[in-house]
Structure formats: C-alpha cells, structure tokens
C-alpha cells in the first residue's frame, strides 16, 4: 500500500504543480512506460522494485495504473472546468476507483463484488473531496461541478464567478444525494465480500461520510468556511466499524 501510495502520490503532484517540471504531459507519459517497464521486471530505483513486488503478489492490473495517469492527464496541460455528467464520472473512475481497485486486491479480495466496492466508494470519497474543496479547487482555476447541473441550477461555469453564486447550494445538495447512494451501495458490496478484507474499506467509509453530513449541514453558500466534523467521533466510528 506504502508503494501504491508513492505511485498516486508522484503522479498527483505532477498534475497538481506541487512537482516543478517544464512538461507536466511528458512528466505523466513518462510515467506510463516506467509502469509498462516494471510489469516486465524491469525495474531502476526502489520504488520501482517494491511496485514490481506487489504487482507480482497481489496481481495488480497495468489498466489500473494506466487509469491514475489518464486520470491526471486529464487535469493537465489544462485543468478541468465544467465538465459533462459523463467526463466527471470518468474523472472519479480513474483518480479514485482505480486505485479503489488496486486497494481491493491488496486487502485480499479479487472478486467482482469487491471491484463494486472500488467502483462505488471510489466515486464516494471523490465526490466527497469535491464538494468540501469547491473553494480551495477554485483558487485552482478547477471547477469539478457537472455542466449540466450548472446549468440547471443558473450556477456560472466560472470557478470564482461558481463559489456564490445563488443556486451553488442546490446544486451541491443533489451531488451530495447521489454521494450518498455511492456510499449505500459500496456497503452493500462490501456485504458480499469477506469481512476481514474489507476491512480497510469499511474504515475509510465510516471516516468519509461524516465529512458528506458535516458538509450538509453547513451548506454551501458559504463554501470558503470551514467544515467542523468531530474528530474523535469519526475516528471511533472508523475503528468500530474496521473490529466488527
């Protein structure tokens, strides 16, 4: 996990600027031919050894890393601003259900209940970050909310002009309804996979979805204030959750 970890985590800073290069494209395709070199055992540093390691224990998928970096991809050279119902959904897939679906595998689960468990949470815990960090994607220049409901709710596909607009709060609301179907849906897959790998994904649930009621509670015509979720309470729920 410490290995998948530092993969997501290279790709993301390139994408996000936090890593200085001249190309970030060039920077992310690099990416993909070093992954299409370790899955042939051809490995140069040690992040690539221990990569190469949990590919050959846990039969991780090439199309799972290839997924983080389309997913990068696609925030860069140009970041992603209003996007269609159909973009966001392949956005979500491949930043966070890919490596749902590496995760799964690790944990000990290669079922196809357990890809649902990736698929749904994946797209939870994504949806979640998006609609706490609205404000924070905006000083981005980023702008994750649907064309189509901004449309709908007369919200400007501007991410500054987005952040007060009047019908931002509505908005928000019927992505936060949908969030929480992602997360019915993901317990109810992790209820047809064995309880012990599931673990790990039952905690990061339980953890989640206090953040999406915190969220709804507060609303979002004020999206810049801060989220005030119990700490200790979302820890114990974790950990209640994670030693069922």
């Known amino acids: 996990m410490f290995a998948i970890y530092a993969f997501c985590r290279e790709v993301d800073d390139i994408a996000d600027g936090d ?31 221990v990569l190469a390691a949990a590919i050959q224990e846990f039969d991780l998928q090439q199309k799972d890393f290839d997924a983080v970096i389309d997913g990068m991809l696609m925030d860069v050279p140009d970041p992603i601003i209003a996007p269609d119902e159909a973009a966001l959904d392949l956005y979500c897939d491949r930043v966070a259900s890919a490596v749902g679906r590496l995760s799964v595998r690790v ?35 980023r702008l994750y909310l649907p064309k189509e409901l901004l449309t709908r709710f007369k919200v400007p596909a501007d991410p500054q002009e ?6 931002l709060d509505g908005l928000a609301r019927v992505l936060a309804k949908r969030t929480h179907d992602h997360y019915r849906l993901a317990w109810a897959a992790m209820k047809k996979c064995g309880k012990k790998p599931m673990r ?39 950990l209640i959750v994670g030693f069922r």
């Open 19 to 49: 890593t200085k290069v001249e190309n970030p494209v060039e920077e992310l395709e690099a990416w993909r031919a070093r992954v299409a070199h370790i899955f042939q055992n051809e490995t140069q540093n040690a992040l690539d050894r």
């Open 162 to 167: 987005a952040l007060y607009a009047p019908g």
């Open 200 to 238: 790990p994904a039952a905690m990061m649930a339980a953890s989640y979805q206090p953040i999406l009621h915190a969220l709804e509670k507060r609303g979002w015509t004020q999206p810049e204030k801060p989220v005030r979720v119990n700490k200790a309470l979302r820890l114990a729920r974790s």
């Open 107 to 141: 944990f000990g689960e290669t079922s196809e209940e357990a890809d649902q468990v990736a698929h749904h949470l994946g797209r939870a815990l994504q949806m979640t970050n998006i609609l706490r960090d609205i404000k924070e994607d905006a000083d981005r220049g």
